[in-house]
């Protein structure tokens, strides 16, 4: 099973994507963070995790920064950037800081499952 | 008695020889000027003519009732007669003389006479007397020719024919001697005063050439001020062009008008061959073909030079009241004669060229100053000095010693009565410092500008991002949350579970619809537009009112404002609050606005964390943009803040509060 972690300051997504992803197959999720400090406290409390799903714009910590954050910390942790910016610049920035996707806020939550599972498998 | 003489008349010839006395008679008066002389001779000859004891001439007073004894002559045989004689002491007889010649050739026996009138006769030995008696008119006796001898005489017709002959003749030639002496004395009087008076007063003939034009005149006569007033010597008789080479035509053309048209003038001019000014009035005399003029004149050389030294000195106050304002207003004036081509320069322009006072210049001295950029416009100025026939204006960038000056260079034509131009009348003004402050004031304005730019391009971008966000974070999200949600609405999910559904799916849908209708409240805040200032400040407290419970007061104490300001006011207040939301970590938040008559104040203070950072409080999180702002606006924003004891933001902005229409506040 893939042990996911939400960093996703919207209660809205954050819960939506929480319920719809847990029930697909071969995820689960391992935590919910609603910014950034939370979700880095939560790693570093121990929480194993296997793929980070983070929101790009959030309060505090940018999704960006958390990113380089997980990457220095914990490289083994794979994350995907969900966004709402579908500019280039945004991507390159997600891949310099150390994302291994880049997904816009626009997926059917099966796609996005899957996108999950190839990451995790890939790398 | 016994000497009695019977002067026998030998007829025509005695006539003849009385003449002959006549003629010497009137030969010898003439030659006498003065009217004793005249009586006393006549006297004298008649009493040896007529071998007469006494003879006298009396004027004859009745008025005043007496006779004056004027002259006399005789021998001691009749002493003299008193000068004055009471003429009611004469006898009746004696009185006849005075309407014809009388006679009485013995007194003793006259019966013609009284007693009483022989006894007087008798007793100043009048023994024989003849008398003729001149006349005005019939009966107004003038004086009387009296003849007396001391023994009886019988004057004969000859005697007494030669008697008022002479009588006649001796009085005309003592009032003809008495006229010219009046006369003389009138003469004498006249030139007394002629000679005496400080004018001069002479007698001109004026000389035309033969087509009419007056070219000299001559001096006939005049007083001795002539000379003192002209310093000219020995000039009757003499003309002026003569006596006066240079004199001016002017005075042969003024003359000669006068003696053409007969009519007087007075008039005052300088006489520069004789260096002198004059007061002159001038009138035809005699004939008018005589052309002669009586010129009465005075110098006034010297009224005339104090004239000239006040205007001089007027003129010097001006020069230097001029030259004090060229001195204080950086100004120089210039004159350009085009006639002869001078330039003149005042001492302004000297200072300006920074020139030696006095040097001498021409037109072309704007082209050696002027740098290459205002060249065109120097040969410009140039070619106005010399040719244009209308006003002027240019600025020079000149180089002047070495320091650059802008000169405004203005100039005006003056004509002549004819209208040509003669001149030209300029003034130059250094503008450097005038320049360097508009400059200065240019750069200022581009700075505001500019300030302006930025500020309203970081505005635009603010408010782009905050679009920006709102799309991203709120509706975009919430429109994400509904499309992850719909997947709820798999297949074979239970009816409860798709109730559940919808229901959440719509309240999502709810949330979009808000969020979208606060996206474009943030945008236009039409309650704002539509209700006024108070009501969209209540707006924004309701709308941020959560998590912090904004407690929002408005006071108005001026019920007018700019709709510009009205937005900067709830634009403000919207971003402080939003702040606070963002930033502050507060529970509560005051916010209070007053819109004062002369300034609005908002203050906006909350219990949170504070700011830590000096820079914070500064250009405290997000206040850098509405400080700038606040700026623009002549505002001020300061910052009160301590760590964990909240944030004060105080911000004032004056107003006019100019609006014509009521406000909605």
Wanted: net charge negative.
């Amino acid at each position: 099973m893939i042990r996911l972690m939400l960093a996703e300051d919207n209660d809205i997504v954050r819960e939506g994507l929480s319920q719809m992803l847990a029930a697909q197959v071969g995820i689960t999720i391992a935590a919910e963070a609603e910014n950034g400090d939370s979700a880095l406290e939560k790693l570093q409390a121990g929480i194993a995790v296997d793929v980070m799903l983070v929101d790009w714009n959030m309060p505090g910590i940018s999704g960006v920064e958390l990113t380089r954050r997980i990457k220095r910390l914990m490289p083994h942790i794979k994350v995907i950037i969900l966004t709402m910016h579908s500019k280039d610049e945004y991507r390159v920035q997600a891949f310099n800081a150390g994302a291994s996707a880049y997904v816009l806020k626009d997926l059917e939550v099966e796609d996005l499952a899957k996108i999950i599972r190839e990451v995790y498998t890939i790398g | 008695m016994a000497d009695k003489r019977e002067y026998e008349e030998p007829g025509q010839s005695a006539w003849k020889g009385r003449q002959a006395f006549l003629l010497r008679f009137s030969d010898t008066l003439r030659a006498y000027n003065n009217q004793d002389d005249i009586g006393k001779a006549a006297m004298k000859m008649l009493a040896k003519e007529l071998d007469l004891d006494r003879c006298y001439c009396a004027m004859i007073e009745l008025t005043k009732d007496r006779a004056q004894v004027m002259y006399q002559s005789g021998n001691s045989l009749i002493p003299p007669i008193p000068d004055t004689l009471s003429l009611s002491n004469f006898s009746e007889l004696l009185l006849q003389a005075n309407e014809g010649p009388l006679t009485i050739n013995n007194v003793g026996i006259d019966n013609r006479l009284t007693a009483v009138d022989r006894a007087s006769f008798a007793a100043i030995s009048f023994h024989a007397v003849a008398a003729c008696t001149i006349r005005r008119g019939k009966k107004h006796p003038v004086w009387s020719l009296v003849a007396v001898q001391s023994v009886p005489r019988k004057w004969t017709e000859v005697e007494i024919m030669l008697l008022e002959e002479a009588a006649e003749r001796l009085y005309s030639a003592i009032e003809n001697t008495r006229a010219l002496t009046a006369l003389a004395e009138s003469e004498k009087k006249y030139r007394t005063l002629f000679n005496s008076i400080d004018e001069c007063f002479c007698i001109i003939q004026m000389i035309f050439d033969e087509s009419g034009k007056p070219v000299d005149y001559l001096i006939l006569e005049a007083n001795p001020a002539l000379y003192e007033l002209t310093g000219l010597t020995d000039a009757i008789g003499k003309r002026m062009r003569d006596l006066v080479p240079g004199h001016e035509q002017f005075w042969y053309d003024k003359y000669g008008e006068i003696a053409l048209t007969g009519k007087p003038a007075r008039f005052q001019h300088r006489a520069d061959a004789l260096g002198r000014w004059y007061d002159v009035y001038a009138f035809p005399i005699d004939k008018p073909q005589e052309l002669k003029l009586a010129v009465l004149f005075k110098d006034i050389t010297e009224r005339k030079d104090e004239e000239k030294r006040q205007v001089e000195e007027e003129r010097l106050k001006t020069y230097l009241l001029l030259q004090k304002s060229e001195e204080t207003a950086l100004l120089g004036s210039w004159e350009f004669n085009r006639l002869n081509g001078h330039f003149t320069w005042s001492d302004g322009m000297y200072r300006l060229f920074d020139l030696k006072k006095g040097t001498q210049v021409i037109p072309a001295i704007y082209l050696a100053h002027t740098n290459e950029k205002s060249l065109a416009k120097a040969e410009r100025v140039v070619q106005y000095i010399l040719n244009s026939d209308s006003d002027f204006e240019e600025t020079l960038e000149m180089n002047i010693s070495g320091k650059i000056k802008v000169l405004r260079i203005k100039g005006t034509p003056i004509r002549n009565n004819q209208g040509d131009i003669e001149h030209i009348l300029g003034v130059d003004q250094d503008i450097s410092a005038m320049w360097a402050a508009e400059d200065k004031i240019k750069k200022m304005e581009q700075e505001q500008q500019l300030k302006i730019f930025r500020t309203s391009l970081s505005t635009l971008e603010e408010e782009r991002h905050r679009i920006s966000e709102s799309l991203h974070n709120g509706i975009g999200q919430l429109l994400y949350g509904i499309k992850i949600n719909m997947s709820r609405f798999r297949t074979g999910a239970s009816d409860e579970e798709l109730r559940h559904n919808k229901a959440y799916i719509n309240e999502l849908l709810s949330q979009a619809i808000i969020e979208t209708r606060r996206v474009s409240h943030e945008l236009m805040p039409t309650t704002l537009e539509q209700f006024g200032l108070k009501s969209a400040i209540d707006d924004i407290c309701r709308q941020l009112s959560g998590a912090i419970v904004f407690n929002c007061h408005i006071s108005i104490q001026h019920n007018r404002l700019e709709k510009y300001m009205e937005l900067a006011v709830y634009r403000t207040a919207q971003e402080l609050m939003t702040n606070v939301v963002k930033h502050a970590k507060a529970t509560t938040c005051d916010v209070t606005i007053i819109i004062g008559t002369d300034q609005v104040k908002i203050a906006v203070n909350d219990n949170g964390r504070g700011m830590t950072e000096e820079a914070d409080k500064v250009d405290g999180i997000g206040l850098a943009s509405i400080r700038s702002k606040i700026e623009l606006l002549d505002g001020k924003l300061t910052i009160a803040s301590n760590s964990g004891k909240g944030t004060h933001v105080e911000v004032l902005i004056p107003h006019q509060g100019l609006t014509n229409k009521h406000s909605r506040l």
